[in-house]
């Protein structure tokens, strides 16, 4: 047992030798696709020169650097291996699908469920002051609860989404399907008595005119087709109006 013991020491200490020699374990090349200097330097935080020196590291530890990544910075993050040796790393910028604006905080959520605020610092570096034309964007209410799951994560800027992402998904596409008797002028998101609720707001000639909304979808293209008559039938004046289409088959007009 012991000379058994002796020569496994001698074969460790020779391949030892080797390897520190001609570095067989170390990678030969690493390529960087990053979109800007800060996903560099995140990249870097998480992936320590133990993956460069012993490449089968990599192998093992990559998917937990991305999964931290991710947690830092709103992208796609690839860790991928070529030629045995070389290693090429990419992050493609998630797109940002909706703007949803609280107190201030413009939260980007993307179509994933991933949402992250858009003034932070990753999201500046990656997105700039502006997010791409035709991006929606959404007013939540005052006292609607932070839009997402685990704040309490100390060194996370990237979250999942708290909202229902199928219905959400659901609701863009009607209110942006259908016709609100005028352009839209802006979209408030709430809850009301336990569901979901909508305020669209509409320029009608010299007068803002709100649209009030339940999550129903299925009724919104018949409110759609009932508006233009509703508003045609406005008494003339500058004052708000509120359409209310919550009450079931009933559309109850008031002036504000």
Known sequence: MKRLLLLLSLIMGIVYCIETNFLLLSAKHIKLELPDPYSEQVFWS???SD???FFPVVFFSRDEVIEKIEREIPVYFNINI???KEIYVSARPLNVWIVLVQKGTHWYLSEDGRIWDGKSVASNFIYGDLVQA???VWHLNENFPIPIDGIEEK???VFRSALPLDSLKQWVDEIEKNSWGAPI?????????GSYSFVIEVKWKKRL???????DTQRWPIISRALPKVMKDLPEGNEMVEIDTTYGDKIVVRTL
């Open 46 to 48: 998480h992936f320590n």
């Open 51 to 53: 993956n460069l020196r």
């Open 82 to 84: 070529h030629s045995l």
């Open 134 to 136: 035709g991006v929606p």
């Open 155 to 157: 060194g996370r800027s």
């Open 185 to 193: 002028n802006k979209v408030k998101f709430g809850r009301k008595a």
């Open 209 to 215: 005119v709100s649209i009030l909304l339940d999550e």
